[in-house]
């Protein structure tokens, strides 16, 4: 499972998810974070299902987006990036480029890095009993006896 985490260490409110790379690889070590740019050939063409770790402006708490809840946004900035990321997105997904979309959204300021790194891990770890749930099974849904039987 890869995490494309996305910052900007020379503005504070965009550098939290950089300042959380280390401590989450420790704590994920299957995890494979990567540090980009969004705006530099983002994202790579084999990935078709993308989990992205960012801030979120406006946001009080850490909350788990999907493509859902970004087609549903107002076309207002919602990243404090150059390049909004919503529109880049939603792009994307409408060039059939991109499957699907999460992104743990974190708040740009007044959090302590303590609780946001909890929070954020929990997230990530409801994210990877997901990931491996759905990989061992196939399809996501819990495999039963009647599943398995031929014809």
Not at 85 to 96: A, E, F, I, Q, V
Not at 110 to 134: C, E, M, P, Q, Y
Request: charge should be positive.
């Amino acid at each position: 499972m890869k995490i494309y985490v996305f910052g900007n260490p020379l503005v504070s409110e965009d550098s939290l998810p950089l300042r959380l790379l280390s401590p989450l690889q420790d704590k994920f070590a299957q995890i494979h974070f990567i540090a980009v740019d969004p705006n530099e050939n983002f994202p790579p063409k084999s990935e078709r299902n993308l989990i992205i770790l960012d801030v979120v402006k406006e946001l009080s708490d850490v909350s788990l987006f999907d493509y859902s809840d970004l087609a549903n946004i107002e076309k207002t900035p919602i990243s404090p990036h150059d390049y909004d990321l919503l529109l880049h997105l939603l792009l994307l997904k409408k060039m059939k480029r991109i499957n699907k979309v999460r992104i743990i959204g974190i708040p740009p300021k007044n959090v302590s890095k303590n609780i946001l790194l909890a929070d954020v891990s929990k997230l990530i770890g409801d994210l990877l009993f997901t990931f491996t749930s759905t990989s061992l099974s196939g399809n996501g849904k819990r495999r039963t006896y009647r599943d398995q039987r031929r014809g």
